[in-house]
């Protein structure tokens, strides 16, 4: 870059400090340094808010599991099997969330379908079933496993995580879920009476 610009390396390591300690950059230990992507969200923690406008769904994966983060305790998870849908949502064709859903195996194949192609409360109401009540854990955790690749962070990176479980109308079906989002690419707020 010194060559490139006609400076001195100093000037140029200087350069890269400041626009890091401005936001602009990112250095990754091992890996390099890269421009931050500057799209951040905003998203309502709202559930009966409409979908995110100009996003796409992509389906990951549908299997049958137990809940086995220790996070998702905190929201009592049964102890048995369930469906799990995990999917990315991306807007201009870029990931900025991660969503694993859980649903009762006995749940219809339609439905199941549905949950994969597009956002848990859409499907929901689409079938007339309210939610009734919503719990919602923030927290924050390392990327680690399909995250890292989804979203190109390396092992460790910082990731905004909601946790939630829907009890709705319908008594058969509960619906367990984690989303999860790059700290820098997600932000949340929440509104109170």
């Given at each position: 870059?010194?060559?490139?610009f006609?400076?001195?390396s100093i000037?140029?390591?200087?350069a890269?400090?400041?626009?890091q300690?401005?936001g602009e950059?990112?250095?990754v230990?091992g890996?390099g340094t890269?421009?931050k992507?500057q799209q951040?969200l905003?998203r309502?923690?709202?559930?009966?808010q409409?979908s995110?406008?100009?996003t796409?769904?992509?389906?990951?994966?549908?299997?049958?599991e137990?809940?086995s983060d220790?996070?998702?305790n905190?929201l009592a998870?049964?102890?048995?099997?369930?469906?799990?849908?995990?999917?990315?949502?991306?807007t201009d064709d870029?990931?900025?969330?991660?969503?694993i859903?859980?649903?009762?195996?006995e749940?219809d194949?339609?439905i199941?379908?549905?949950f994969?192609a597009?956002?848990?409360?859409?499907?929901l109401?689409?079938?007339?079933?309210?939610i009734?009540?919503t719990?919602?854990v923030?927290d924050?955790?390392p990327?680690?496993g399909?995250?890292?690749?989804i979203?190109?962070?390396?092992?460790?990176?910082?990731m905004?995580?909601?946790l939630?479980?829907?009890?709705t109308?319908?008594?058969?079906?509960?619906?367990?879920?984690?989303?999860?989002?790059?700290?820098?690419?997600?932000?949340?707020?929440?509104?109170?009476?």
């Amino acid at each position: 870059m010194s060559e490139e610009f006609g400076v001195s390396s100093i000037t140029v390591k200087r350069a890269l400090r400041d626009l890091q300690a401005a936001g602009e950059l990112t250095a990754v230990p091992g890996k390099g340094t890269y421009v931050k992507r500057q799209q951040r969200l905003l998203r309502q923690l709202d559930v009966m808010q409409p979908s995110l406008q100009d996003t796409s769904i992509q389906a990951v994966s549908v299997t049958r599991e137990k809940i086995s983060d220790p996070t998702m305790n905190t929201l009592a998870p049964p102890d048995h099997v369930m469906l799990c849908i995990r999917k990315t949502i991306l807007t201009d064709d870029a990931p900025f969330m991660y969503d694993i859903t859980y649903l009762s195996p006995e749940i219809d194949n339609e439905i199941v379908e549905e949950f994969g192609a597009r956002f848990v409360v859409d499907v929901l109401k689409t079938h007339s079933i309210d939610i009734q009540k919503t719990h919602i854990v923030i927290d924050a955790a390392p990327a680690a496993g399909a995250v890292e690749g989804i979203f190109d962070v390396p092992n460790g990176y910082p990731m905004l995580r909601r946790l939630y479980r829907m009890e709705t109308s319908d008594p058969g079906i509960t619906v367990y879920g984690v989303v999860q989002a790059p700290f820098d690419r997600l932000a949340c707020t929440v509104d109170f009476p």
